[in-house]
């Protein structure tokens, strides 16, 4: 069982930055690959940005990839999105999940979730 809190979340302007965390309860954080997914007002949620259980690997959504980075570190149990150059269409509900398959969109726990909201 992992629990998975994010916090990091507020609102910024067009261009600004955030960094997102997610801390993980328990042992076995090492051993779950890490992403992060977000639901707009209205929208189906959508992959944003993965890493593999080790650091060792990651790869991001279009719409993010060369502004948002994905990092963890498993001795703090802690993944992070760094998200720069926000837009107003990063306005989103921000999750971190945990799973235990690569490149497969299957996650097995999630977060309560962090409202990032960018104005123009």
């Known amino acids: 069982q992992v629990q998975l809190v994010e916090s990091g979340g507020g609102r910024v302007q067009c261009g600004g930055s955030l960094r997102l965390s997610c801390a993980a309860s328990?042992?076995?954080?090492?051993?779950?690959?890490m992403a992060w997914f977000r639901q707009a007002p209205g929208k189906e949620r959508e992959f944003v940005a993965a890493?593999?259980?080790?650091?060792?690997?990651?790869y991001y959504a279009d719409s993010v990839k060369g502004r948002f980075t994905i990092s963890r570190d498993n001795a703090k149990n802690t993944v992070w999105l760094q998200m720069n150059s926000l837009t107003p269409e990063d306005t989103a509900v921000y999750y971190c999940?945990?799973?235990?398959?690569?490149?497969?969109?299957?996650?097995?726990?999630w977060g309560q979730g962090t409202q990032v909201t960018v104005s123009s």
């Open positions: 999940a945990a799973g235990r398959t690569f490149r497969s969109n299957k996650y097995d726990y």
């Open positions: 328990g042992r076995t954080f090492s051993t779950y690959h």
């Open positions: 890493i593999y259980r080790s650091g060792t690997d990651s």
